[in-house]
């Protein structure tokens, strides 16, 4: 039997438990895990068959926000800005993966990470120079970028310490793999730039900079410059907002994130890498045989459940949605497992289409909590057949003085109140 038709029957199995389930719902049979729920508020004058409150008077007029905001019933969707760390310039917010829904990230819960603090750029005034090994060296404005033909791709970015191995603990999805956001990224293929000047013979790295205090500074082999990589302006259809690089960044889909570089005002074309801070002092992983891993561009696949996940609880037996994301550097994900047991066995999820290259695809698997303690968690497989391993496999091979790429598998453990925490802690 291939793959292919046992996903298909997996699928069809968990579609026929949900509408039995559904149906016993519907007969009656299941409704004490629900009446709770639906008694909180048997007196509240807003529900029907009573005119609820915000029908009796005209609301809100058009055009008093300017620009768009949350309903207030949603200001407790932010991002996750750590209580215990300094934020200053050197800092990071995270993005709360377990609040959100589909594939794409809102501007606003981006999430960050900068290494001089976020400065502010005047458009007009900031210059993009391309020099070193070309033909001809050419300083743009915003306006000459803008002037190329453009496209827009959805890819992800992702903080290479999301998390770390040696503490890689917290509450919420967002606490353990927050750095990591999705967006559809509109530019300029930096391939169209890069010809606009002439590579010399020899070229083989550019060393991108930028315009921020600490003047960040990565190396990118010249293949990838040449392949998917582009020179972006806008996210999600705004121009970047200043903490994901306004006016201009660089976007290596499926790169570390830090290699991304905001705030873009220099590319210089080598013949060698530039050996900067980012790519020795930091960036770089030592290993238990004395030897450190170098230039680990692509972060690997990678899933975890955003709902139920910690922080959360389950208020009723019965039917769950299991949901949540998964990526990888390489390329598209072509299947992501869930196992409800604590990995004993696992079931191939429903990957919602489109499923893109380097993008943010969210899974889905039907679930019927019988109200007993669970262990739940996912695995993803990539195009390239790499499984995402467990935490004790990826500690095997490269031991706990590591720092970045951990991309284990993360449980989450369900009490039998309900109540769902981090499997690992």
Known sequence: MSEQTTDKRVRAASRRHFLQAGAALASGSAMAGFAGTNALAVSDSNLPPSVPEWMKAPGD?????????????????????????????????????????????????????????????????????????????????????????????????????????????????????????????????????????????????????????AALTRSIPIEKCLDDAMLVYSQNGERLRPQQGYPLRLLLPGFEGNMNVKWLRRLKVTAEPAYSREETAKYTDPMPDGTSREFTFIMEAKSIITRPSGGQKLIARGFHQ??????????????????????????????????????????????????????????????????????????????????????????????????VSNGQA
């Open 61 to 213: 007029p058009t055009g008093s926000q300017p620009y768009g905001a949350p309903s207030v019933h949603e200001q407790g969707v932010v991002r996750n800005i750590s209580k215990t760390l300094p934020q200053y310039v050197s800092a990071a917010s995270r993005t709360p993966l377990q609040e959100l829904d589909g594939i794409i990230t809102p501007n606003g819960l981006f999430y960050e990470r900068h290494h001089g603090g976020v400065p502010t750029i005047d458009p007009a005034e900031h210059r993009l120079m391309l020099h070193g090994m070309v033909d001809r060296p050419l300083v743009f404005t915003i306006e000459d970028i803008r002037r190329f033909p453009s496209q827009s791709r959805i890819h992800f970015i992702e903080c290479s310490g999301n998390p770390v191995y040696t503490k890689p603990y917290g509450k919420t999805a967002s606490d353990l793999v927050g750095l990591v956001s999705c967006a559809e990224w509109t530019g300029v293929p930096l391939k169209t730039v890069l010809d606009e000047a002439g590579l010399q013979a020899g070229a083989r790295w550019i060393v991108a900079e930028g315009a921020d205090a």
């Open 322 to 419: 299991i949901t949540g994301l998964a990526w990888s550097g390489h390329g598209t994900i072509k299947r992501v497992e869930v196992s409800v047991d604590g990995g004993a066995g696992w079931q191939a999820a429903e990957l919602q289409e489109p499923v893109l290259t380097r993008a943010l695809p969210r899974f889905r698997l039907p679930w019927h909590w019988d109200g007993r303690p669970a262990m739940i968690q996912s695995r993803a497989i990539d195009e390239t057949g790499y499984i995402q391993p467990t935490l004790a496999e990826l500690v095997a091979v490269r031991g706990l003085n590591s720092f970045y790429h951990n991309n284990a598998i993360w449980p989450w453990r369900i009490d039998a109140n309900g109540e």
